[in-house]
């Protein structure tokens, strides 16, 4: 680090997102992403007038994509904030709601950007454990005084809450923000969209990377009542107000009209990884209930970190954490048939010794 880095970030352990090797070909199941391509309409919007369009800056109130949000999930525009991908709306709410004397509680095992979140803005990291089969402590979400922050499905095991355990964490205190990150919540959790109109202290953040395919795009957005989301928008206009690319407004918009794209594909993931389920589990693995686009598995045959890397070198990338209550297992994106049959293959031979 430089001699100019203030004081504040010198200890500051970055975010380390899912490996992009470059060295070969792999078949991907590292970063949650999905196997299908996006809405053939939403390709088709990108045009070339849309092209050059670029000339011009977005929009910065992002009409077009918001309105299409707000038609889909029946809420006002004025209740939907959209990003630069979901990330960039977690830090606006880190941002507009967090520092020394308003805390922010988390999952012990989730999302890995919410502690980096809360150093940037200078907020303790306050970590509620998991339970002992991996899933949410309600009561213990449902107790806690201070703001809280959860994934549903959770983001590293999949294990999702009902909406009534949802309500019950919102409704304990009005005095306190809960944020339900749903990055994964249309591969078969409940949203809670529509508690945010019955609930004032409540957000819900989702995106279009997973089950809309547009990761490389970078899009997502906030549902909330009115005064929250004016509070993220004062943030987002004091920092990037052109922060969503007309091209990627363009893409949104058509994507989450296209209901047929969308419902084929996430049925095809959901299948996929139930097959995936059931073939690790003939091979003795421990697999957790996910309802998430990935399975967290661990075999009592080989370790999490050996089986990452024995995959890896026969051109299969999965995830593997150093975290301790983590490492023994591997996170599997669910793929493609063709690529989770391979994978079943390859894991098969490396248990065997083929």
């Known amino acids: 680090m430089s001699k100019f880095l203030i004081d504040r970030y010198s200890s500051l352990d970055p975010y380390v997102p899912g490996e992009q090797p470059q060295d070969r070909r792999y078949i991907k199941l590292n970063t949650n992403e999905s196997p299908y391509p996006p809405s053939p309409k939403a390709v088709a919007a990108i045009d070339e007038d849309a092209v050059r369009g670029l000339r ?60 980096v979140f809360g150093a940037l803005v200078g907020v303790e990291n306050y970590v509620i454990p998991l339970k002992n089969d ?45 944020v339900v990150d749903e990055a994964y919540v249309d591969f078969g959790a409940e949203s809670a969209v529509e508690l945010t109109r019955k609930y004032a202290n409540l957000i819900v953040v989702q995106t279009f990377s997973k089950s809309r395919s547009l990761a490389g795009a970078r899009l997502g957005f906030a549902i909330a009542n009115e005064a929250l989301i004016a509070d993220l928008k004062a943030v987002k206009f004091s920092f990037n107000p052109y922060n969503v690319n007309r091209l990627t407004e363009k893409l949104g918009a058509e994507a989450i009209r296209d209901k047929e794209w969308f419902n084929v594909n996430r049925r095809k993931i959901i299948v996929t990884r139930e097959y995936v389920r059931a073939a690790l589990k003939e091979l003795g693995f421990e697999v957790l209930p996910s309802v998430a686009n ?33 490492k023994d297992f591997v996170r599997i994106t669910v793929g493609s048939g063709y690529e989770m049959e391979i994978l079943i293959k390859e894991i098969k031979n490396i248990i065997t010794g083929a």
């Open 134 to 178: 991996y899933s949410l402590d309600v009561e213990a979400f449902v107790n806690c005084p201070d703001n809280v922050i959860f994934a549903n499905p959770n983001a590293q095991t999949g294990i999702a809450i009902t909406l009534e355990d949802v309500e019950r964490i919102v409704s304990a205190s009005s005095d306190r923000l809960v």
């Open 294 to 326: 990935f399975l967290l598995a661990r075999s009592d045959e080989i370790g999490g970190e050996a089986l990452y890397l024995a995959l890896k070198a026969r051109g299969v990338l999965v995830r593997h954490f150093s975290d301790p209550a983590l």
């Open 56 to 115: 011009l800056y977005s929009d910065p109130e992002c009409r077009v994509v918001s309105e299409a949000i707000a038609e889909y999930y029946g809420v006002k525009r004025s209740e939907v904030i959209v990003g630069n991908g979901s990330d960039e709306i977690l830090a606006f709410i880190y941002a507009a709601f967090c520092d020394g004397k308003h805390k922010l509680a988390s999952p012990s095992i989730s999302y890995g950007f919410y502690p």
